[in-house]
């Protein structure tokens, strides 16, 4: 039965992708029929067929960069927001395939009239396709066991993704209750606060009972990612992977950092000029800021970032982290912090070698100290070099918890590659204009028991 839901999900995909690509193609071989009265010249329609296949190609590679492969977990804006990244990315591959393979033979019109037909079509068909997959997917009941954390996953699913799973049960891992709470749902989180023979238990059961289980991932289970399978004699064992790079891998990092930062150093020069000049005639202070980070090895180094903040912001405050509504913000240092604008300089720092493109966002040393402190794990982050962005920019969010952010830059570390980090790059460009919507609710500003009736949601509680 499982074997079958699987072929299904996966036969689903395939044709969701396979019309997709129809759409991409169709859009614009009827661009071409329309813009030449459906008589095109061989010279132009030529080009368009010797292309085509670069085409899908080159939608198939965006449209899992940008996120089109996740049907179900997004929402709905996400998803359209995502099909018009692609479809505007695909319109510049496009672009540069015709002009190195055919010159100027495929049309101009024919580009930008095609795009939006696909933007369009495609929209309409991921929506039919959004639609189906959730109603399919229905909402599950579901259970979270967790001690101290439990409340915090609880009202993260609440808020976010109430539409997909429906929480009955939320206990802590000592529950004598456990397993008759796992009788009764489809889906169990698991957080990463539950102790090991708990989870040891709890994952047997559903893996036997065919239940979709969730883990909240602590080191541990960070270093069993991309384990080797490997025996002595003939007993099984898993060779876990160090974490940190090999000389080559840095070596090929650093080039990869060299080149990309000479060409954004050079494509974003107008708007770093232009965001100078507004920087300066706002309050006739420095343009740029300085401040001391902690990058690989723990070696410090001076971040470069446009200001945003009024002079002096924190002569009188010390290091504080920067709230979203902090009034020390500029107004151009708002729409520079939401833009990610503030943060170009930082392709000079790339380039001199004290960053890389992709890895964990650099931290100042008084709050690395504090981290290490209350995070163990914190210390794994500087086995690399600090990062312009990262996994834990793009799967983060503002209100992340710095145990998350952890989290994502050790998988990050555990997982790295030269094409990881083209997609975290591509990625990158994805949630620079998207602001998350807390809806008037937040995690903080709640209990979990409030959450539940201000959202009619009925929740058992078990904190024995």
Not at 216 to 225: F, H, R, V
């Amino acid at each position: 039965m499982k074997k079958n839901s699987e072929f299904t999900t996966r036969l689903y995909e395939f044709l969701v992708y396979f019309i997709d690509v129809v759409i991409v193609i169709l859009s614009i071989y009827l661009t071409f029929m329309i813009k030449f009265n459906f008589n095109p010249p061989s010279f132009n329609y030529d080009s368009f067929v010797l292309i085509a296949p670069w085409i899908v190609i080159s939608y198939l590679v965006l449209m899992f960069v940008f996120g089109l492969s996740e049907i179900l977990k997004q929402s709905l804006g996400e998803t359209i927001y995502s099909v018009f990244l692609t479809i505007i990315a695909l319109m510049f591959f496009t672009a540069f395939i015709t002009f190195f393979l055919r010159g100027f033979s495929y049309p101009r019109t024919v580009l930008i009239l095609s795009t939006i037909i696909q933007f369009f079509t495609l929209s309409i068909w991921r929506y039919v396709v959004w639609k189906i997959k959730r109603r399919s997917h229905g909402v599950k009941n579901s259970l979270v066991i967790g001690n101290d954390s439990a409340e915090y996953i609880s009202k993260k699913i609440l808020l976010k993704q109430r539409e997909l799973y429906k929480i009955k049960y939320v206990c802590c891992s000592s529950s004598s209750n456990i397993h008759k709470y796992l009788e009764d749902v489809d889906v169990v989180f698991l957080c990463n606060d539950v102790d090991l023979n708990i989870k040891r238990d709890v994952v047997d059961r559903c893996l036997t009972d065919r239940k979709s289980i969730y883990i909240i991932p602590d080191i541990y289970e960070i270093a069993l990612l991309g384990s080797k399978l490997n025996k002595a004699d003939d007993i099984p064992m898993l060779k876990l992977k160090k974490l940190g790079m090999t000389f080559e891998q840095r070596a090929a990092k650093r080039f990869a950092d060299i080149i990309i930062s000479i060409i954004g150093i050079i494509l974003s020069s107008p708007i770093m000029l232009i965001m100078a000049v507004l920087i300066k005639a706002y309050d006739n202070g420095n343009i740029l800021y300085k401040q001391e980070r902690v990058t690989v090895n723990e070696k410090r180094f001076n971040v470069l970032k446009f200001r945003t903040m009024v002079m002096n912001a924190e002569k009188l405050s010390g290091p504080v982290l920067a709230g979203e509504d902090d009034p020390r913000i500029t107004r151009i240092g708002r729409f520079m912090r939401s833009t990610r604008i503030d943060e170009l300089p930082q392709l000079l720092n790339i380039l001199k070698g004290d960053m890389s493109l992709v890895g964990p966002r650099p931290e100042r040393p008084y709050f690395v100290e504090q981290f290490k402190n209350e995070i163990p794990d914190f210390k794994y982050r500087t086995i690399v070099k600090a990062g312009l962005t990262g996994l834990a920019q793009v799967w983060g969010k503002y209100t992340t918890t710095p145990e998350d952010k952890v989290r994502y830059d050790i998988i990050y570390i555990k997982n790295y590659s030269i094409i990881l980090d083209l997609k975290l790059i591509l990625q990158t460009i994805k949630i620079m204009f998207m602001k998350e919507s807390s809806a008037g609710l937040t995690c903080e500003e709640h209990t979990l028991e409030k959450l539940a009736i201000t959202l009619s949601q009925e929740i058992t509680v078990d904190k024995e």
